[in-house]
């Protein structure tokens, strides 16, 4: 089994910076691509960041240029910084993994979830 834990959600004023961080643990064999989605009330969930093992990012278009996807392969962790917070950016953010890892009955590949951390950002 694989779990997902992330940290450093809060409250802040617009323009202001927060840094999220998610770190997998369990029968982890490779991560391979990690990212950050987010989904505020009423909405669907949607891909902010994600980072593949190679490295290569992708963004959201309403995020290009305030915010930063960054990995460490080594601790199975990744971390979004985000800058020049906007009201538009809040809603839950989730972190997500897809995971190489093994069972009893052999190696699994499938996409993880955490539980999810609150972004408010005030006008």
């Known amino acids: 089994q694989v779990q997902l834990v992330e940290s450093g959600g809060g409250l802040v004023q617009a323009g202001e910076s927060l840094r999220l961080s998610c770190a997998a643990s369990?029968?982890?064999?490779?991560?391979?691509?990690m990212g950050w989605y987010r989904q505020a009330p009423g909405q669907q969930r949607d891909m902010v960041a994600t980072i593949i093992s190679g490295g290569s990012t992708n963004y959201a278009d309403s995020v290009k240029g305030r915010f930063t996807i960054s990995r460490d392969s080594a601790k199975n962790t990744v971390e979004l910084q985000m800058n020049s917070l906007e009201p538009e950016d809040t809603a839950v953010y989730y972190c997500?993994?897809?995971?190489?890892?093994?069972?009893?009955?052999?190696?699994?590949?499938?996409?993880?979830w955490g539980q999810g951390t609150q972004v408010t950002v005030s006008s």
């Open positions: 369990g029968s982890i064999v490779s991560i391979n691509a």
């Open positions: 997500n993994a897809d995971v190489s890892s093994t069972r009893v009955t052999g190696m699994f590949r499938g996409s993880y």
